[in-house]
Every structure is written in C-alpha cells, then in structure tokens.
C-alpha cells in the first residue's frame, strides 16, 4: 500500500500570503509558497475520511453556515509573542474556574444556618466544604478552584501591566481599556466574594471587614451594605445573597465583558510588534491565523494550565478548613490575599485623624481607605488613555504598534512607581511584623517609590536596549534579523 | 383669503411663538415616555429596598444580664459565669450577656484593672472594634492596650478605651458592670454609643 501523499511545500518557512491573507511580504529573492489550508492534510492521507468529513461539513454548513463564519473570524491572525498570551491565559483560569466552580456547586450548601456535626454546631456551609474536603476529588478541584482564582488575578493584571508599558491603550483602543480594566475589577470583586463561601472564621471576618468597608460610604452605604451583603453581616440573608454574586451575577458579567473585549480586539486588531511592520504590509497582522493553528496553540495553553493547576493543587493545599476552624466569638488575626493586600496595606496606615464630618454624613478612615483610595487608584488607570501626551488631540494617529517602554520613559517611569507604590502598601500591611512604625510606613512608601521613579528615568532616557529596538516600528531594516512565523514542513 | 391657522405653514404669520415652550403632541408623548422608564427604574429600585429587610432578630444587651465566658479562657470553659474574683489584675476576658450570644455585637470585653471589693477595679467595654468590626484580642498588649488583630487598632483600657493608636477613629463604647451577691459579673446599664464601625 502507498504511504499516503502529503503536499510537500518548498521555500523557505515564512508565514505566506494566501487569497484570505495577501498581506505578508517575501523576503527578498524568495518566491511565497503556500501553505496547506485546513483540511489539506487530511484530503492528502485520507481521501475517503476527508470526503466523509466534507459531506458533514456541507449538511452544517447549508444550515448555519459556518464557511462564512471561518472566512470571517477563522483566518483572523493573532500575533504570537510570549506576552500575547496574558490575557488568554486569563479567561483559560475563568474557564477553569467556571468547571470546577460547577462541580464544587453540586455539593456546597449557601446556609450559614447551624446545623449538628458530630455532636458540633456547625454552620451549613462550612460542613458542606468540610463534607467537600473528605471526597479526595471534590477536594482537589476546591483547590484548582482557588490556585485557579489567583491564577486569572495575576495573569489580568500582567495582561494589563504589558498593554500599559507598550502603550497599547491608545486610540483606537481606548474603549477595550476601560473594559479591561472594569474586567480586572470583576474580577477581584469575584475572589473576595469567594472568600464569604466556605464562612469559616477567616471567611466571616475578611467579608465582615468588606461589610464595614461598604457601610462607611456616606449616605448610601447602609443600605448599599445590606443590599449586597443580605442584611447586616452576618444573617442568615447574607450567603445566599453572597452566593448569588459569586456564582451568577460576577461571572456573568465577567462572560460579558470578555466577549465585548474580544469582539473590539477583533474590530481593532491586534497592536503589534515593530518588527512585523517589516514583513506584513501596514493595516495588516503578522501572525498565525485563529483556525487552526493559534486554535492549536490555545488549546496546548489551556491543558497545560489546567494540569498545571492540578500539580499546584496536589502538592500546595491552599486554605484547608482547619486553618481557622469555624467562625467563634474571636477575630483570628487575618490578612487578605495578595490581590486585596495593598487595600488592606493602606487601611493600616490611614490616620484615624483624617476623619471628616459632612452635612451628608460622617467620612472615616475606613472609607478613605477601603472605598476613596482604591478608587483613586483605578480612576487613574481608568484614566490612562486620557493622560498619555501621545494620545491626545484631534489628529492622534491610530496606533497599531507596540511603543517600547524605552521609548516612552514618562510611562515607564509613572508605571513603575505606581507599582513600586502598590508593593511599598504590600510593606504597609506587615508593618507590625517589620517593626514599622505608621509614620516610618508612611515616608518609606513615599520615598521608595520616588527613589525608583528617579532611577527608571534616568535608566530609561540613557539606554536603549537592542531588544527595544526590535519592537520599535520606526527601526531601521539594516541590522534588524528578520523573524519568520514557523510553519508546518512536510517531511 | 382663507385665515392660515397651521403654524408649520411657511405663509403663517401671526404672534411669534417661543417654540421651546410648546406643547405639542411629539414632545408631550416624548415626556409620556421618559416618565415610563422613570417608573419603570423606581419599580425595580423599591422592591431592591426591601431586599434588605432580611436581618434576623437579634438580642440586645439589657441591664442585669450576667455574663458568661463567650469561648475558653484560661482553664474556665465557654459559657460559665464570669465571677470577679476570677480576674486577676491586668487580665480581660471576653463574654456575652447570658443567652444572647446570638449577636456578635453583645460581645463584652471585661478588663480587672486594679483590686477591688465588687466592681472595683472592672472596667467592661465593647468587643467590636470601632474601626471594621472585628473582635478584638481578649487579652491586653505589652503595652497594656486593647489591641485589634484586623488592622491594629489600640484602645487604652484605663482611659475609657481612648484610641492610642491605628486607624479606629472613636473609643470602645463603654458599658457599666456590677457584682452580683454572687460574685458574678453582670450588665448594669447601656453601651454608651453604638456599637462597632459607626
């Protein structure tokens, strides 16, 4: 029997341009090949296979056509850069958590009701999870749930700090901005929410200290506290309520705003890359196409976060219930996680003398640390667009390309101090443990994040690293090692 | 000459009519419209209102509820009386009002200051800390303070539990104590403000 035929492409490996796609320029001297389009390996390997396939394709396809979808979205290219995948990995973790959430749904119990455990008055949830933890597999999704929470916390927030630096927010991008940021919101509003769930003695106090946090608004705040707390924390109200939140309404709208997100990605394109400005033609994306092979790619990332995940929640248990035990008369001596842990930092070191009082109520230091100052935080990032020179007047150009972080040290040096800023709050929250004063926090978090805004600058305006150049649009060709996409080869 | 009586007719010439001020029957309905999404907002924002109500009863400290040990301290189980003699001096303990510990805002801290015959010497305020509402530590810090464990606040016992230090802004509420024929400590009177954050 012949060994089946594959297309076997000459030339060199380089992303080529197909009828979808006409935008890649041949190096010099070469000639552009073609690569298989999907399917071409099967109809070469398996005639028969492959004409049973195109029977099934047709009968969909007269119904919803999906040709015409994959013309449209399939051949979309997505660049592929390490930092490019930041953000999938960010709904990969809601996905994960969205399937081990659903799991863990089938046996938790929203109650804070007290009900006998072995002769122990328990609320319902807590020996839901504890009855959770005794079955070897819901257990082990419990903790990919929360490894996996932490994941998609970190993996926005990195996806956010790479389009900050390259100044991707820019027009026309603005918009998928705000909603990213509104996304990163969603989702640490979605991980304290998690905290509320398994109601042992941290959950009780850390979404106690949320309750306090929301009554201290002015005017509004009681009623705005008991409205999504479910009365006054703790009733009988408040899981269900909470529950609701965690599992419904929070994802939902995360669902939401990741779609909007994508479509306007979609819309926009992808910025990119300097260097691909020197092979494909302006207004167009160097990259691999959506279908099949960035499909490949993300479907590779997503097992491997998940396996990883699992390894992490095997070998690390994350918050067993016997860490706190269930919720007593006393305050376990608690702190947030990473993620709440700067908001907490500055709760610690706000003066109870900046309190204020006001025809429309009483402004204390909780308010101004939990709910002004974090909004402070977000309304300057929300604000980015508007900030950044480059992005401001009438003829603003659209900016398809990432702009170093070299080149623009002002951003550099705002971004990095904000962030030392944030870490100098993560000092605030132990300062008790470093034997810090308030006031020493005070100067600390002040100057340290001043030292290292000055030393950015001046790094940043001296050198001008090679890498930096490779990403820079304006670079000239000369020097520049032309990056080719790699291909499938036929052996 | 037929009298022209249609203001949109271009030949119409009669009294000049601010026309931002006319009614006519596009704007009317116009506002017809826009006072239905009013009511129809209002008529999701009134029953959200009453989402609220789903607070249990809860137990109020009253004057004369004798106290009880609100978890284990110190050889003593949860739920004993809390006797004065009990208490060495520099010592605080936390407890409920008898059979209302229900309420995590009835949570008494009962601190022996000095010696003394009766209440002597006892000195009984709010658990809840004023700052966030956690619990705070039962026993006093190196330095002789109430301390709280969430974002270390410190209350100084001996001074009305002042605020020494941290981010609470107001005092414990402080209520007063007696000493029952039986050596028990008990309520003898109100918080002297509200309890928790304000």
Not at chain 1, 277 to 299: F, H, I, M, N, T
Not at chain 2, 16 to 45: P, S, T
Not at chain 2, 53 to 78: C, H, K
């Amino acid at each position: 029997m012949n060994t089946p035929q594959r297309p076997v492409v000459p030339g060199p490996s380089i992303m080529p341009a197909t009828e979808a796609h006409p935008g890649v320029r041949p190096a010099p001297g070469e000639t552009p090949r073609q690569v298989p389009r999907t399917g071409e390996w099967r109809r070469a390997a398996a005639p028969e296979a492959a004409k049973r396939d195109a029977s099934r394709a047709d009968w969909i396809d007269e119904r919803i056509g999906v040709t015409g979808l994959n013309a449209k979205y399939g051949r979309k290219a997505f660049p592929v850069h390490t930092t490019f995948f930041l953000g999938e990995m960010a709904s990969f973790s809601f996905i994960i958590l969205v399937v081990t959430g659903i799991y863990l749904g089938l046996i938790y119990i929203p109650s804070s009701a007290p009900v006998l455990v072995d002769g122990q008055e328990l609320p319902e949830a807590y020996a839901s999870v504890r009855l959770i933890e005794s079955i070897p597999v819901a257990n082990l999704f419990r903790n990919v749930h929360h490894w996996a929470a932490h994941v998609m916390v970190l993996s926005t927030l990195l996806h956010l700090i790479r389009i900050f630096f390259f100044g991707s927010y820019r027009k026309p991008r603005e918009l998928n901005w705000i909603i990213g940021v509104v996304m990163l919101i969603l989702t640490l509003v979605a991980g304290f929410l998690g905290y509320a769930l398994p109601f042992d003695s941290y959950a009780v106090t850390a979404t106690g200290i949320g309750y306090s946090i929301a009554r201290s608004i002015p005017f509004v705040g009681t009623v705005a506290a008991e409205l999504f707390f479910g009365g006054a924390f703790p009733t009988l109200g408040s899981l269900p309520r909470l529950y609701t939140l965690h599992i419904f309404v929070v994802p939902a709208l995360i669902a939401l705003t990741t779609a909007a997100h994508i479509l306007l990605v979609i819309k926009n394109k992808h910025s990119q890359p300097g260097y691909a400005r020197k092979l494909a033609e302006p207004g167009r994306v160097l990259g691999v196409p959506a279908w099949p092979y960035q499909a490949l790619l993300a479907g590779q990332l997503f097992l491997l976060m998940f396996g990883a995940l699992f390894i992490l929640s095997a070998l690390f248990e994350i918050h067993p219930l016997a860490a706190y035990g269930p919720p007593g008369p006393g305050t376990p001596a608690v702190k947030p996680d990473w993620y709440l842990l700067w908001v907490y930092g500055f709760l610690d070191i706000v003066p109870a003398s900046l309190t204020l009082t006001t025809p429309i109520g009483t402004i204390g230091p909780q308010f101004i640390g939990g709910i002004v100052f974090p909004g402070i935080i977000f309304t300057v990032i929300f604000l980015a667009p508007w900030l950044d020179r480059t992005n401001r007047g009438r003829d603003v150009p659209r900016y398809e390309y990432l702009q170093p972080p070299a080149q623009a040290p002002v951003r550099l040096t705002i971004g990095v101090g904000l962030l030392t800023y944030i870490g100098m709050l993560f000092v605030a929250g132990y300062h008790i443990e470093l034997g810090l004063s308030i006031a020493q926090t005070w100067y600390l978090s002040l100057i340290v994040p001043a030292v290292v805004m000055a030393a950015t600058y001046g790094i940043a305006r001296k050198r001008d690293p090679a890498w930096s150049r490779r990403f820079d649009p304006a670079a000239e060709d000369e020097e520049e090692e032309v990056l080719y996409v790699e291909a499938p080869r036929g052996d | 000459m037929e009298e022209l009586t249609d203001r949109r007719d271009p030949r119409f010439s009669g009294p000049e009519v601010d026309e931002h001020w006319m009614v006519n029957r596009r704007r009317a309905l116009k506002w017809l419209i826009r006072a239905g999404y009013g009511a129809f907002a209002l008529a999701f924002a009134l029953p959200a209102l009453a989402l609220r109500a789903l607070s249990q009863q809860q137990t109020e400290v009253a004057s004369g509820d004798a106290l009880v040990y609100a978890s284990n301290a110190g050889g003593r189980p949860g739920g004993e009386p809390v006797m004065a003699n009990d208490l060495a001096v520099g010592e605080g303990i936390q407890a409920f009002p008898q059979g209302k510990t229900d309420n995590q805002s009835n949570l008494i801290e009962v601190i022996r200051l000095a010696d003394g015959e009766g209440a002597e010497g006892l000195v009984a305020y709010s658990a809840i800390c004023t700052h966030l509402g956690c619990v705070v530590y039962a026993g006093l810090n190196q330095d002789g303070n109430i301390a709280c464990p969430c974002h270390n606040s410190q209350f100084d016992p001996s001074e009305d539990a002042e605020v020494t230090g941290g981010p609470a802004d107001r005092a414990l509420p402080s209520i007063e104590v007696s000493v029952t024929p039986e050596g028990i400590i008990a309520v003898a009177g109100q918080f002297s403000g509200p309890v928790g954050p304000a």
